[in-house]
Nanobody
């Protein structure tokens, strides 16, 4: 079993920044990738960004390119999401996702609210 614990969400004004963290624990000997999804009120969960664990290859949704940066600390089994130039439309619950030995795991989510 794998546990994912997110932190770093909160309330910020438009144009501001936040940094999310997601720490993985448990049976994590073979992480393939970790990433972030988000779900705004009344909408489905959408892809934000992901990074492969060994090669560090990242991908981003077009809506966050140039503003968000994903990074990882392999020693700490932690992935980070640096969010800059935040917009009200970035308001959502942000979920961490990990792919470990072919199985997908989700965190409990952390709320990000951007005020205009």
């Amino acid at each position: 079993q794998v546990q994912l614990v997110e932190s770093g969400g909160g309330l910020v004004q438009a144009g501001g920044s936040l940094r999310l963290s997601c720490a993985a624990s448990g049976r994590i000997s073979s992480i393939y990738a970790m990433g972030w999804f988000r779900q705004a009120p009344g909408k489905g969960r959408e892809f934000v960004t992901t990074i492969t664990w060994s090669g560090g290859i990242s991908n981003y949704a077009d809506s966050v390119k140039g503003r968000f940066t994903i990074s990882r600390d392999n020693a700490k089994n932690t992935v980070y999401l640096q969010m800059n130039s935040l917009k009200p439309e970035d308001t959502a619950i942000y979920y961490c996702r990990a792919i470990v030995a072919g199985v997908i795991y989700w965190g409990q989510g952390t709320q990000v609210t951007v005020s205009s």
